[in-house]
């Protein structure tokens, strides 16, 4: 028996109500993804449902779209954690968040009430932090998206699924945003821009006129550019194996770009040779160990710091002896750059506005939300940074 539902042109009518809505839904590794109309459930307590406008491919929906890593492979799911939209409805006991706001999804949440949100010293949550194994809601363990044909469940994706056009966040992923923010820039708050601009600014904590070096220009890589050049450092060592990445580098910030394959000898010599020993600073965005160790050679022995960015696949370890750190030099992860997002983003995304942070030259493509597998290719050809996908 069907279930009864609202068509998402019902308006103010579908408070509380089932919506049948468009939704791009993964099916299997590498398949394109389909286009069909799903149903979403309204908000359960704590949770909210927002009506998606603009959405926009990462490269960890396409390593997911991939199937790179098994264990977290589960379908018929429902990818995408980089977007801007409107809150539709809440649902029980959400006091901070109310019909019609401007927000931004995250995928690593913050509740605010627990010890890790309360501590000064990390951004994950004990609840909501990022995590690729989790497929459901955390109030019942079921899903809010179901088949229109057969009521079957689909699943979430990193806290947010956003391809598609309605979508059903925990609240603690849900960052309310200044109304005269633009939310089709705002969207690259959810992820990318977020996540390179902060490991600079918060992570690193980099200084005025220090070196640095980002390996792997892509969206994440380019952000880490940009927080650079607002730090004000002498010197942006941008290496890439796509020759292309140089002038989209260039526009933002670097002022050196090495290629490895124009190299005959090991990318972290030519830097010490650039630096007068290395960098202060390097930042790994690409994934892929090799490079990490690079990018660890390539800071200054006695005070140098890497920073890993990039998604690395198992089952490979880190390519570092122990008795290397003794060298002074030091190795960090970051997530979501360090920002905690309810508390934090809000700020940010002001400071977007005001002009401090410049976003436009991160938004290399636009087109409607049913293309979304051409923008994909685009990914997986390097030609883009942040296709926008208008829904």
């Known amino acids: 028996m069907g279930r009864n539902y609202a068509s998402n042109t019902d308006g103010d009518d579908m408070v509380g109500k089932v919506i049948a ?180 600014w918060n992570t690193a904590n980099v200084q005025a006129g220090a070196t640095v070096a980002v390996f792997g220009l892509g969206a994440v890589g380019l952000a880490v550019v940009e927080g650079a050049r607002t730090r004000g450092v002498s010197r942006i060592i941008g290496v890439d194996i796509n020759p292309d990445k140089r002038f989209k580098g260039e526009a933002i910030g670097i002022t050196d770009f090495i290629n490895p394959k124009d190299m005959e000898k090991p990318v972290h010599q030519k830097i010490r040779e650039l630096t007068n020993g290395g960098v202060h600073y390097s930042f790994e965005c690409a994934g892929n160990l090799d490079v990490l160790r690079e990018a660890f050679l390539s800071t200054h022995d006695g005070w140098g710091l890497t920073v890993v960015l990039g998604i690395h696949p198992t089952p490979r370890m880190l390519p570092l002896h122990p008795m290397e750190l003794f060298d002074g030099r030091r190795i960090v992860g970051s997530v979501f750059g360090d920002f905690k997002g309810k508390s934090q983003l809000p700020h940010f995304a002001n400071q977007c506005m005001n002009g401090e942070v410049k976003l436009d030259e991160f938004i290399t493509h636009e087109m409607p939300f049913a293309n979304i597998n051409q923008a994909l290719q685009l990914l997986i050809d390097g030609k883009s940074l942040r296709c926008l996908l208008h829904l």
Not at 31 to 48: C, G, H, R, S, T
Not at 147 to 155: A, M, V
Request: proline share 5%.
């Open 21 to 200: 809505c468009k939704a791009a839904v993964a099916y299997g590794p590498e398949q394109p993804l389909v286009m069909e109309e799903i149903l979403v459930d309204p908000p359960q307590k704590m949770e909210v449902r927002i009506k998606i406008l603009f959405t926009s491919i990462c490269h960890t929906d396409l390593s997911a779209w991939q199937g790179e890593n098994e264990a977290q492979r589960m379908y018929p799911r429902i990818l995408g954690h980089e977007a801007s939209g409107l809150v539709e409805s809440v649902g029980e006991g959400v006091t901070d968040l109310e019909i019609g706001d401007h927000v931004v999804p995250i995928f690593n949440g913050e509740c605010q009430d627990c010890a890790y949100c309360k501590s000064e010293k990390t951004n994950l949550c004990e609840k909501f932090r990022v995590n690729p194994f989790k497929g459901v809601m955390a109030n019942d363990g079921k899903t809010r998206f179901t088949t229109k044909s057969d009521g079957k469940p689909i699943y979430h994706f990193l806290n947010t699924s956003t391809f598609s056009e309605y979508t059903v966040l925990d609240s603690a992923c849900v960052v309310k945003i200044d109304k005269k923010a633009p939310l089709k820039k705002m969207s690259l708050l959810s992820c990318g821009v977020s996540t390179g601009l902060g490991a600079v």
